[in-house]
């Protein structure tokens, strides 16, 4: 099994690139897709938070309401670190069990946005990079989010700059052109990461 970190900025097109490589037969497994699983109605996790935060923090239907938790905890880093405490041990048990399931020569991509600002890369055996310029990701943020420019700058701010996610990347994925150099660029690195998985 080859364990891939995947990761680059808002806007760098990473999902795209996850999408392409779990078409050609990537297992891929999502950090942000596996944390809303984990709380999802019924949930233990979502029990717990309701008792950590109240019942304001749940939709009239019941679900998470995560702008409003997000209003509560990203405010305080005590109750940030509460709710990590709370979601992160399932989102890792979760990893784990999916990766238990891959086979034995299987290429698993864990598409993981702030790989390089929590000092993960060292848990995979490569590290690939989404890397596209700066006004690239905030053109395409806004125009595919509507999210105002000056949010989608203070984004990219607050994550790793370009130069610090090169520098832990064994691969990297310029997506600065079109959708053809994107797929064209995949499919290399795909028989790169099939020539790694076959040694």
């Known amino acids: 099994m080859l364990k891939v970190g995947l990761t680059g900025g808002i806007g760098s097109g990473k999902s795209s690139v996850a999408r392409r490589l779990a078409e050609r037969g990537a297992l891929v497994i999502d950090a942000d897709a596996i944390a809303r699983e984990v709380v999802e109605p019924g949930t233990p996790a979502l029990a717990e938070i309701v008792a950590e935060f109240g019942e304001q923090v749940l939709t009239p239907d019941g679900a998470l309401d995560r702008p409003r938790l997000g209003e509560t905890v990203f405010a305080d880093e005590a109750k940030l670190a509460r709710l990590n405490a709370i979601v992160h041990p399932r989102v890792g048990e979760r990893t ?104």
Request: hydrophobic share 40%; aromatic share 2%.
């Open 96 to 199: 784990r069990e999916l990766t238990e399931r891959a086979g034995e020569g299987t290429i698993v991509v864990y598409d993981v946005p702030l790989l390089v600002e929590n000092g993960l890369a060292d848990l995979y055996d490569v590290v690939v990079v989404v890397d596209t310029p700066v006004e690239t990701q905030v053109e395409r943020v806004v125009a595919n989010r509507g999210m105002p420019e000056e949010q989608v700058r203070a984004r990219i701010r607050a994550q790793a700059d370009r130069e610090e996610r090169r520098s832990v990347a064994d691969i990297v994925v310029d997506n600065s052109g079109s959708e053809q150099d994107l797929d064209a660029r995949v499919a290399e690195v795909w028989a790169e990461l099939q020539r790694r998985a076959a040694k």
